[in-house]
């Protein structure tokens, strides 16, 4: 018995010796333990890593009444294909890894607006959080998303459960101490709370800003496309956001005049991708004139007004460098 105590206490040894307790955070040892520092908390600050989404045989389900499944027409397949090899090329073209969403299974696959990454989760710093998302139509995506980033071996932080409802375009880094939540039929109260839990266990100083609006998405209504620079509608946003905005954060914010589209993705502060063509011009023109250096890409079957989202919406950043500073 003796003999057992005295192992066990030379274990313990060892192990305080050799093997402390641990303290340091997760971010501090992300690079040697998960291969890369994951995540995000900005949505201007270099891009190093994306997902996309090809699309597939999910397609063939989409069929007369096309409005269920959120189409007007048939989508021709292989014009979605060739689209997406333009937008992927676009990405890659400034040295973005591009990961591909893994297909669905089985053989009736049905999520038809799997392209629209973004929705499914978004990435905090350390990794990403899956959502849980309000439509039928699209619940499941969060599945493949989940099953792909851990392919790539990022991590993933939380899974938002119980009745918590959130989607990657109601979350947006204004800046990386300051992360605005638009709650609306698509993000809740307990979705943004599961939310903040996670980004304060990380950083109990990030601002969370939730607040409805008057829409399905935030990024529709604020666009970062520079450190300190977003276009803002006021229409879909509460008065006290755009004040947190402008007043707090002190934001150079591009008014987007009524009837202006502007969606983009920054590659870097102040370069953006924003889809071109039909209705999207002025909004190209509205940033080339406040300085804002626009890379655009023609890829009418996956964007408004031919589908139902932006190039926002099509894209989910994994890392991004750190915004500059000074």
Known sequence: MEELERARDR???????????????????????????????????RLRK???????????AVKEPYEEWRYEYKPDLEEMRRDYETLKKAFEDEGVEVFERLPEEGPRPRLVKSIYTRDPSFAVPGGVIIGRMYDR???GEERY?????????????RVVNGRGVIEGGSVMWITPKHLAIGLSWRANEEGARQVAQVVWA???????????????HIDGFICMVDVKTAV????????T??????????????????????????????RVICASGEGKEEGIKLLERNG????????????????SGSIHCLTMPILRDNEPSG
Request: hydrophobic residues 40%; negative net charge.
């Open 292 to 307: 804002i250096d626009v890379i655009p890409i023609d890829i009418p079957s996956l964007v408004e007004p031919r589908n």
């Open 50 to 60: 994306v997902l996309l989404h090809r699309p597939g045989l999910e397609m063939e």
């Open 137 to 139: 139509l699209r619940r």
């Open 241 to 270: 956001t755009y004040e947190w905005l402008k007043e707090e954060i002190g934001l150079n914010i591009i008014e987007r005049p009524k009837g202006v589209y502007v969606a983009a993705v920054a590659v870097r502060p102040g």
């Open 232 to 239: 803002v509608s006021r229409d879909g946003l509460a008065y």
């Open 202 to 216: 990380e950083d109990p100083d990030i601002e969370v800003h939730a607040e409805p609006i008057f829409g399905g």
């Open 11 to 45: 274990l313990m040894e060892i192990y305080y010796r050799y093997h402390p307790p641990l303290k340091t955070s997760f971010l501090e040892d992300q690079e040697w333990a998960w291969g890369d520092r994951w995540g995000v908390d900005t949505e201007v600050g």
């Open 145 to 157: 998303t989940l099953k792909t980033l851990a392919s790539i071996g990022c991590p993933v932080l």
